[in-house]
């Protein structure tokens, strides 16, 4: 059998993957807890610091005024003050479509769950200044209630960013090579009774479930569930690089303008592990920034274009990233003429699973590999390091035949198998072409498997005698890129 394959002539099409068009910020509560007079030992150097950072980048970079900016620092931030912010001052002060942003930067802990609805039996915390004052754990706010004051803002669009532990360690961790301006952002709360203190159900930290309140909810946290926050030298490490990745063009490779939870997390993560590999007490149980819900696709810093490509566009969601040292070489030459034979040859550093896809002048994707009617599409999707896959491969009986002049692009992604390549694979068919609706949907299926933390084994610690279980989360190794094409007479 003969395929003939007319690969793509790229138009615009900024309708392929519809994001928020603008980051822009309406209102900001920004609240920083450094002190905890009521609780032992816990007090942290950098959450002031990290407020004055982040306002400074909202009325500088961003260019809102100060008067759109509520700050809550030390004994500002008691529960009562924040919860009051969020239920009057930005219900009072926005309307339906604002987008608001609340930040917040000190202790997270967790609490019994009393009410049923977390699996694992625990409602994650963040800590007010006035922690501990009534005794134990009173005065932290759970999730329960930050969603049930976010339930004030219906019609809005709120981004919670936390740069707090939520994590179910058993105790937090002393490390004799930290200095006194290094250390965690966790307070073991040595209250809550949970039966598995040290793996949580959920990877992703869920600070507040607002998807079901009527507006759009999305949160962004320093550390994975069940992982620890830190700070060092005066600021919390995830604030610095995520106002870096805002600020700057660093965490924008495609260098369109506009910086999205995608790339912030591609941008972030590598750097989160580079130092926690340098700190034996984060080793024990990683330094992971997450999101939840994953939503790659959703604008935090920037102002769409309309001229913006659909490669753009695309990269907006699943970054270029070359963690497994992948490779794509188009054969004769990535500019052919009409009638001539293209294939495509492959190769990766390490072992890993290969998706190859066509972007076509329309806006659809069209699967080139793994070949769908195989018995066993994952296995046939394997790549091993270092044996380059030639696609088509010659016992395919098909052949890609350029039939038109044009330009276009190939989008690769290898990712390590830590994700389910089913799932991924799901609705999927070798050379079938995706409509535009189904096309963005499987763009951002793929690039939240990508970016969601995933257990990478599980280990022990010794916590007062007891040895507990913890699971290692990391997120996927992975590569992503796109080569151009060029088709002539």
Request: glycine fraction near 8%; aromatic fraction near 8%; charge should be negative.
């Amino acid at each position: 059998m003969k395929i003939k394959r007319l690969f793509s002539l790229f138009t615009l099409l900024f309708a392929l993957l519809p994001l928020p068009a603008s980051a822009d910020w309406d209102k900001a509560l920004l609240i920083g807890v450094g002190s905890y007079p009521y609780l032992e030992d816990s007090d942290l150097i950098g959450p002031p610091n990290d407020v004055a950072k982040f306002e400074r980048y909202l009325t500088g970079t961003v260019g809102i005024t100060s008067a759109d900016i509520r700050i809550l620092i030390d004994e500002e931030a008691t529960k009562d003050a924040i919860l009051s912010s969020i239920k009057t001052w930005l219900k009072q002060n926005t309307a339906a479509g604002d987008r608001v942003l609340v930040y917040f930067s000190g202790h997270g802990s967790y609490v019994t769950d009393t009410d049923g609805d977390e699996d694992d039996g625990r409602d994650e915390t963040i800590l007010p200044y006035d922690t501990g004052r009534g005794g134990g754990s009173s005065g932290m706010i759970t999730d329960d209630e930050l969603s049930n004051a976010l339930e004030a803002l219906s019609g809005r669009d709120v981004v919670l960013i936390a740069d707090s532990c939520h994590s179910g360690t058993i105790s937090r961790f002393f490390d004799p090579s930290l200095n006194e301006e290094t250390r965690s952002r966790f307070y073991h709360n040595p209250d809550a009774r949970v039966s598995s203190p040290l793996i949580p159900t959920e990877l992703t930290p869920s600070l507040a479930d607002g998807r079901s309140a009527g507006f759009t909810h999305f949160s962004l946290s320093a550390a994975a569930a069940n992982q620890l926050a830190w700070e060092t030298g005066g600021e919390g490490i995830f604030t610095g690089l995520l106002l870096e990745a805002l600020e700057t063009s660093k965490a924008d490779k495609n260098g369109n303008g506009i910086v999205t939870v995608a790339e912030v997390l591609s941008y972030v993560r590598p750097q989160t592990e580079a130092w926690c590999e340098r700190v034996s007490s984060c080793q024990t149980m990683g330094f992971t920034p997450s999101s939840d819900p994953i939503a790659p696709e959703f604008v935090l810093a920037g102002v769409r274009q309309t001229g913006d490509t659909p490669v753009e566009t695309i990269t907006d969601i699943v970054p270029e990233n070359n963690d497994m040292g992948f490779q794509l070489s188009i054969e004769p030459s990535a500019t052919s003429r009409v009638g001539d034979v293209n294939r495509f040859r492959v190769s990766s550093d390490r072992d890993g699973f290969l998706l190859l896809f066509d972007l076509s002048s329309t806006g659809e994707l069209t699967l080139l590999f793994p070949k769908m009617d195989y018995a066993n599409p994952y296995e046939k999707g394997t790549i091993k390091a270092g044996v380059p896959v030639l696609v088509p491969d010659p016992n395919w009986g098909i052949a890609f035949e350029v039939t038109a002049p044009g330009e276009g692009h190939l989008l690769s992604i290898v990712v390590d198998q830590k994700i389910d390549p089913q799932q991924i694979l799901k609705g999927l068919q070798s050379f079938v072409p995706q409509s535009l609706s189904n096309a963005e949907t499987t763009l951002q299926q793929i690039a939240e498997q990508l970016l969601a933390p995933a257990v990478n084994g599980r280990s022990t610690i010794d916590a007062g005698g007891r040895n507990i279980e913890y699971a290692i989360v990391a997120p996927p190794k992975w590569s992503a890129g796109v080569t151009p094409y060029k088709h002539i007479r």
